[in-house]
Nanobody
Framework: QVQLVESGGGSVQAGGSLRLSCAAS????????MAWFRQAPGKEREGVAA????????YYADSVKGRFTISQDNAKNTLYLQMNSLKSEDTAMYYC??????????????????????WGQGTQVFVSS
């Protein structure tokens, strides 16, 4: 059973930075598609960034390309999301998600909510303009 615990959210002014962390209990012998999703009030949950643990291939939503960076620390079993140049529209609850799958499935179904079997409880990010 994969468990995910996010941290690092908070309040920041527009143009600032935050780094989110996701502590994950993953099987050391399996490969996972891990992703950050976000959900703003009144909006659907959307994918932000994803990474395949076997090799580190990364995927980004167009809205965050060039501003956000997803990374992993295998030794610490931790997923990160470095968020720079934050905008008010980045305000949302951010969720970490994980699913054991092939890289092909990770690439083709990156943003499918139903493709992820494990979710964290979320961490709130608020960006003031």
């Amino acid at each position: 059973q994969v468990q995910l615990v996010e941290s690092g959210g908070g309040s920041v002014q527009a143009g600032g930075s935050l780094r989110l962390s996701c502590a994950a209990s993953l099987s050391p012998h399996s490969m996972y598609c891990m992703a950050w999703f976000r959900q703003a009030p009144g909006k659907e949950r959307e994918g932000v960034a994803a990474i395949y643990t076997g090799g580190g291939s990364t995927y980004y939503a167009d809205s965050v390309k060039g501003r956000f960076t997803i990374s992993q620390d295998n030794a610490k079993n931790t997923l990160y999301l470095q968020m720079n140049s934050l905008k008010s529209e980045d305000t949302a609850m951010y969720y970490c998600a994980a699913d054991r799958r092939s890289i092909w499935s990770c690439a083709s179904g990156t943003w499918s909510l139903y493709g992820y079997g494990a979710w964290g409880q979320g961490t709130q990010v608020f960006v003031s303009s």
